[in-house]
Structures are given as C-alpha cells and as structure tokens.
C-alpha cells in the first residue's frame, strides 16, 4: 500500500534554516517509519513556493530576475535537504510548467462544477508597493511603507468558499483526525462555524505568478497556486490522495479550509490528515528574517552531524507543541543520550562480544526479562510513532537503553567470564546474545530518527542486509543469529565538549549567514571595528580634570550606583552619580584622586542630578577599575 506525505513548499524569499529543516526532517523520518511499517511505495514531496509580490520584490533588491533568483534560492533549499541526507521524491517548484498546467487544471474542474465566478473585489491597496492589503479599512496606512492605502475596486475571479462551511464541518466531524492536534482542529471549528466568505483566488495587477489560460491579465493568487503543488508533484502518478501533510501551526486555515473545499469543488479526494506541529523558538521567540533569531542546520551537521540535530529536535520539544531551541540543551541532550546512552550501549556490548567470543555472536539462552522489555518497547515506540508522539517513542527506547545497562551491570560478564562455575560460559552466552539481540532491536527501532549512525552500529553488528530494509514484523526477539560475525567497531556518538563546539557552530554560523545573504543579496553587516578614529580637536573637546572624592554613599535601591562629592579645583564640589558601588565602598574611594569627564550634559540618576562621569576601565562591561594616578598632582589639572 502506498504513502505519500508532503512538507510545506517554502517561500523563496528567506533562505532555509532550521525552523524549515525541523517540518523536512519530520516527513524525512515519518518516511522512513512508514517503510518500516511495510508500506511502499513512501513518496514524499517537498519544495518551494516562488509566486507572489514578495518573491519579486526579494529578487529585485538582490538585482536579480525573479527566475534567477528563484532558481538560486530552490536549489539552496535542495543542497540543504541533500546535506541533512534526508530522502526526498519531488522537490516541486511551482514556476515549473507542469505545475502551471495542474494549477489552470484544478481551476477549470472548480469553474465548470459551478464553484468560481467573476466578481469585482474592493479593498484596500497601497500604490506605491503594489501590494493589497487584508483586513485593512479604508485609509489605514500600508504595512510596507506607511503611506495611506487606496480603496479599489478590482475584477477578481472567486472562489465559492461559503458553499463549503457545512461540507467541512462534515469533513471534521466524520474524519475526527483529519486535523492534527485536537487544539488545532479546534480552533479550525470554531474558525469556519463563525462563517466562511468567498475567497478572490485571481489578481490582475501582479505579474509574477501563473496566468489564468485565456484570462489574461489574470494570474493565480499564490496560495491557490501553491497548495495545489502537492497534486501536482506526483500528476499521474498514482499517488492522490495525499496520507499526510505535515505543516507548521500558522498556516494550518490554508490547509484545513481552503485546500479541501478547493479539491471538493474539483471534484478530487482529500488528503488523509493534517498535522500542523508547533514552532521552533530561539531565544524565546519564533525563529524569523525580521527577529534576527535565525539558526541554521550547516554549523550543526558539520560539528555534530545531522542525526544530532534530527535527535535533539525530536526528543527535546514534544511534536505539536511549541520548543526551545539551544546550543546548550543540543550538546547536553547528544553528551547525555548519544554519547552515554546508545553509543556507549553499542561499544560496550559489541567490546564484550569481541574480547569474550572472539567476535562471533553466542547462542541465545532464556534472557531474563530483557525480551518481554523489547517486546513491548516494539510495540510502544510503533504506537508512539504512529500518533506523532516522537518524544514518548524515544522515552521508551531509552527505557530499553538503560534496562538494558542495568542488567549488563547485574550480570557482570566480567566476572563470568573468570567464573569457575559450570554455568558461567552459558550465561556469559546469554548475557552476550541478550545485549547484542536488544541493541540490534534498539538500532532498528532507531533507523528512522538516526538513519546515519543506526547504519554504523547495524554495520558494526554484523547484520547481512541493509537496514532500511529491515520492517516492523522482522523485528522480533531473537533475529540476531548466532554464530554471526561482528564488523569492526568503532565509537559512533564522541563526546563533544560543550564551549569548543558551541564556539565552531558560532563561527561557522557567522559564515554561513554571510553566504546566505550574497545568496539573498543583501550586503553583507560592517563589521564593527571599535569606535571610529578622530582627530585631536575631537578630544581636546573632552574636559577630562583630576578630582578629589570627599564624600561617598551608596544610592538608596540600586547596588550599583554610588553618590559622591568631588572637588575638581572649582571652589565648589561637584555632585556625580556612578556605577561604581558594587567594586568600591565609600571608604575606598573617600580621599581618593580620580579622573573626571568635567563637561558631560548633567543628568539625573535615581533623582540625582549627576555633574560629571567618572573614568573607569572595565572587561567586556565587567567590574570597573577606576583610573588613578601614580604620582602626586594637584585637583583640578587637566588631562591631555
Ligand atoms: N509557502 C508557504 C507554504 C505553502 S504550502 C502549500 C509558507 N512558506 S514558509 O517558508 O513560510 O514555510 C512555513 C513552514 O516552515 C511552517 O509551516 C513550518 O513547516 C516551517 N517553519 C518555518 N519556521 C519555523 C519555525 N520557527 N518553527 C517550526 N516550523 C517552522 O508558509
């Protein structure tokens, strides 16, 4: 039975990062799992959304034509995906003319059956930017540019979306999974019970996009267009409807309102279900171009490699909710369950198997209750997988990990391995098969989550066929044969030493970022090289004198500011607020000489009016060190 899954198909005018990697390698290893589950032929489609203002508008700041800036920016998504190693069908780019002619397809099946007609739009648009505006009343500002937006009318061709409201809230109530997670299909309820109104889905005054044949000069509104990528993609193939679309939250009404009342008016099957997983935060906000909160998949498959990265993001935030991501928590969760978890796992039992059978898989015995364990683990972790529950799935194999250790411990092969009593070589057996059987299961298990390191440790433990070939109904106790030769081994998860690694990433993320924005053609950030140089007039301007501290206190509520009288050879002290307090206390600094800016503009600190500025030095705004002098000088002299 096939399967066929799609991702989003991403703008082009941002290039990838890992907020786009995250949906990509969740199909990637939903994939795999399907394959697993025996099902075949897995296809799964992906690409990249290349009409709209916008993606002029992006290609015009990089001086390019919009098809070589699309044709740039698609084939960067490509590397990237071919980087992370995830397997990918079809990469769909909806400027290619098979996806024109599906799009004007599905349009024509949506006229005929009485579901578009010509009506004339009125809303608001900003003139200068080309751009109209939702939700927008008349004279509210553009979003773009700021300038008051024009009311126009405009003759659009509409969708009949509100012929549709009781048809979907059908759809929901018969299919109950079709919107994945409950709090997403929820809030589409109450979205399309509040009404649904007709949708312009053509415009005439953008050129960038896919003309209505024979309609000139209408064009495609892009979301028209690009939803329809995921029919498109696998045209003839045999493969729609679609099993899955597995989305980001925030363009989950496209997906579950607008895409099924498309296909119903064509008259064509609905996707199976939709499942619409939370954002990837950094810095407590999603990642975006304008944020400036941006990480990038390279820096951390080139220092860690992907199967770290596919790890932490599958294990770390929960599937469908919102999750942080950190260097610090990538590089702990890899130390804690890679490294220490499964690797070590892997090198201890496979070690053992060497030094105590000279690397031949031993015969089996009863196994304690290591079998029933990954018995059960089989069928927790398929379940779990199933209903996108990553992290629960995980959990379990971990389970399994650490019973396993804990038996390896209590048996302590070691010592049967000296043992003198009858039974030890036959337990030392079954010690050894049992590790070797559960590591084999956990490997498996593993496959879709690690593709690249279960390879190793599958290669590392002998087994004859590939291991994307192994399924679900293989997997059961007692598959690992004895007698089996063990490869050679070696580590597959090194520690990774936290500030090193955090630093490179930091490093190769700077890089990357700048070979993203030639890529988007931007010009690259100054670099900041200090302040700038100026010329001695600049700072003869500065009043720097030699001040005596007479009084010192510390300022009421504020650990680091100090109120203090200083004489400056004016007859009459002057008052200065500093921050200063938490290195120095009154006595330290009463009859104290310092250096004083004398001809700063006052300013209030705490209510104090501050007559002046201290000079201190300080480490990347550490504890400050106050300048002083080595010999004696009068109060008042002038610093030059
Ligand atoms: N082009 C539309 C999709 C059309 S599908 C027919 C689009 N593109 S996008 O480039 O903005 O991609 C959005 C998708 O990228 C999200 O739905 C999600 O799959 C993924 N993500 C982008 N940033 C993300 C995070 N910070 N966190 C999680 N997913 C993110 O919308």
């Avoid at 440790?457 to 002998?462: E, F, M, N, V, Y």
């Avoid at 300022?555 to 004489?567: A, G």
Wanted: aromatic share 10%.
């Amino acid at each position: 039975m096939k399967y066929y899954l799609t991702t989003p198909i991403y703008y082009v005018n941002a290039a990838p990062h890992i907020g786009h990697a995250y949906t990509t390698i969740v199909a990637d290893l939903y994939k795999r799992f399907k394959s697993m589950q025996g099902y075949e032929p897995v296809v799964l489609t992906t690409g990249s959304d290349e009409h709209g203002v916008n993606v002029e508008r992006s290609a015009e700041r990089a001086g390019k034509s919009p098809r070589e800036f699309t044709d740039a920016v698609a084939a960067e998504f490509q590397r990237q995906w071919q980087m992370l190693g995830l397997q990918i069908d079809h990469f769909q780019r909806t400027t290619s003319p098979q996806h024109a002619r599906v799009v004007n397809d599905l349009f024509r099946r949506c006229r005929d059956n009485d579901y578009v007609y010509k009506g004339s739009y009125t809303g608001q648009y900003c003139i200068f930017d080309n751009l109209y505006v939702n939700d927008a009343k008349p004279g509210d500002p553009c979003p773009d540019c700021g300038r008051p937006t024009e009311t126009i009318t405009e003759e659009n061709f509409f969708f009949k979306l509100s012929a549709f409201q009781e048809k979907l809230l059908q759809l929901y109530e018969s299919q109950p999974d079709f919107i994945q997670p409950e709090t997403r299909r929820n809030e589409v309820i109450s979205f399309v019970k509040n009404g649904l109104t007709d949708l312009s889905i053509t415009r005439t005054n953008i050129k960038w996009g896919i003309p209505v044949d024979g309609e000139a000069p209408h064009i495609f509104y892009v979301w028209f267009d690009a939803l329809i990528a995921y029919t498109s993609a696998v045209d003839g193939e045999n493969l729609w409807p679609a099993d899955l679309h597995l989305i980001g939250k925030e363009i989950v009404r496209f997906h579950a309102i607008y895409w099924p009342a498309f296909l119903m008016a064509a008259g064509l099957e609905l996707p199976g279900r939709i499942y619409a997983h939370g954002w990837l935060l950094f810095e407590n906000d999603k990642m975006s171009k304008s944020r400036g909160n941006i990480v990038r998949s390279e820096p951390i498959q080139k220092v860690m490699g992907a199967d770290a990265l596919r790890y932490f993001l599958l294990r770390e935030v929960v599937f469908g909710q919102d999750g942080s991501f950190s260097y610090d928590a990538l590089i702990g969760r890899y130390n804690s369950d890679l490294a220490n978890g499964l690797g070590n796992l892997a090198s201890r039992t496979l070690t053992m198997v060497n030094q105590y059978r000279k690397g031949e898989i031993p015969a089996a015995g009863e196994g304690g209750s290591i079998a029933p364990l990954a018995a059960q683990t089989i069928r927790t972790a398929q379940s779990a997988f199933d209903n996108f529950d990553f992290s629960k799935g995980l959990e379990a194999i971990w389970g399994l990990i650490s019973a396993v250790d804990k038996f390896i411990v209590e048996r302590a092969p070691w010592k049967l391995a000296r043992g003198t009593e009858p039974d030890a070589p036959a337990q030392l057996n079954d010690t050894l098969y049992t590790a070797a059987e559960a590591l084999r299961v956990v490997t498996a298990l593993l496959y879709p989550v690690l593709p690249e390191s279960t390879r190793k440790i599958w290669a590392q433990l002998g087994m004859p066929e590939p291991i994307e070939s192994v399924r679900f109904a293989s997997l059961a106790w007692g598959g690992l044969q004895a007698g089996q030769k063990i490869g050679e081994i070696s580590g597959v998860f090194p520690r990774i030493e936290l500030k090193p690694a955090v630093d490179k990433m930091r490093e190769l993320e700077a890089e990357v970022t700048a070979a993203q924005h030639v890529l988007m053609g931007k010009k690259p950030e100054p670099v900041p090289e200090g302040p700038p140089k100026i010329a001695i007039d600049d700072f003869l301007k500065v009043d720097l004198r030699v001040g005596l501290v007479l009084t010192a206190e510390p300022v009421k509520n504020s650990n680091k500011l100090m109120h203090m009288t200083v004489d400056i050879g004016e007859g009459q002290p002057r008052t200065i607020v500093a921050g200063i307090a938490e290195a120095y206390g009154p006595s330290a600094l009463i009859g104290r000489k310092v250096a004083i800016v004398a001809n700063l503009q006052p300013r209030k600190l705490k209510g104090i009016e501050s007559n002046g500025m201290i000079v201190a030095a300080s480490v990347n705004d550490g504890k400050p060190v106050l300048a002083g002098f080595l010999e004696d000088i009068p109060v008042g002299a002038r610093l030059k």
